[in-house]
T-cell receptor, first 114, second 112 residues
């Protein structure tokens, strides 16, 4: 089944404790992206990657890091999480080719930083 | 600067009625306009999409209307059902290696 898999689904952590949220896709998509979703603010892009070793900042990159060493994986790293990073996070991927730019989203990671 | 403006923020519709969600954009280079549907606890899923070479696209009870001159597009849900209750996001993108830009979302509640 074609899918984007995020782990973990839920995470509670303390301020300053480094964490990584993993994202993996099995569709051989070149494009991957991370979003955070907050009430009233919709989906805001954190980082995106056009291909392996190519990443770029989205609208809200502060406090986050990403890497794209393999085509299928795009982990999101919070080096020193703070309470304002409490949010619902989504990873998405797309082939970005042809006339279809449809994104496939993961099921989300709900992060709470206390 | 918000590139895609979506309204309303929330919408309550009676079962069997028509739900209408509107979006407006500024960037005339956008050439792909999808709508995503998100149920609680799930990621957004592509619902329907349109290109600016047509003014309307219909898939079942869902229709996108597109007005290129006004730089607006809308989602119409005919015969709305309680199962349509979800958050809907419009989005836009131009060709090439650029990200999809989302509206802020509309929470739709269809009541019996």
């Amino acid at each position: 089944e074609a899918q984007v898999t995020q782990n973990p689904r839920y995470l509670i952590t303390v301020t300053g404790k480094k964490l990584t949220v993993t994202c993996s896709q099995n569709m051989n998509h070149e494009y991957m992206s991370w979003y955070r979703q907050d009430p009233g603010l919709g989906l805001r892009q954190i980082y995106y990657s056009m291909n392996v070793e190519v990443t770029d900042k989205g609208d809200v990159p502060e406090g986050y890091k990403v890497s794209r060493k393999e085509k299928r994986n795009f982990p999101l790293i919070l080096e020193s999480p703070s309470p304002n990073q409490t949010s619902l996070y989504f990873c998405a991927s797309s082939s970005g080719q042809g006339r279809s730019y449809g994104y496939t989203f993961g099921s989300g990671t709900r992060l709470t930083v206390v | 600067q918000q590139q895609v403006k979506q309204s309303p923020q929330s919408l309550i519709v009676q079962k069997g009625g028509i739900s209408i969600i509107n979006c407006a954009y500024e960037n005339t280079a956008f050439d792909y306009f999808p709508w995503y549907q998100q149920f609680p606890g799930k990621g957004p899923a592509l619902l329907i999409a349109i290109r600016p070479d047509v003014s309307e696209k219909k898939e079942g009870r869902f229709t996108i209307s597109f007005n290129k001159s006004a730089k607006q597009f809308s989602l119409h849900i005919m015969d709305s059902q309680p199962g349509d209750s979800a958050t809907y996001f419009c989005a836009a993108k131009n060709s090439g290696n650029t990200p999809l830009v989302f509206g802020k979302g509309t929470r739709l509640s269809v009541i019996a």
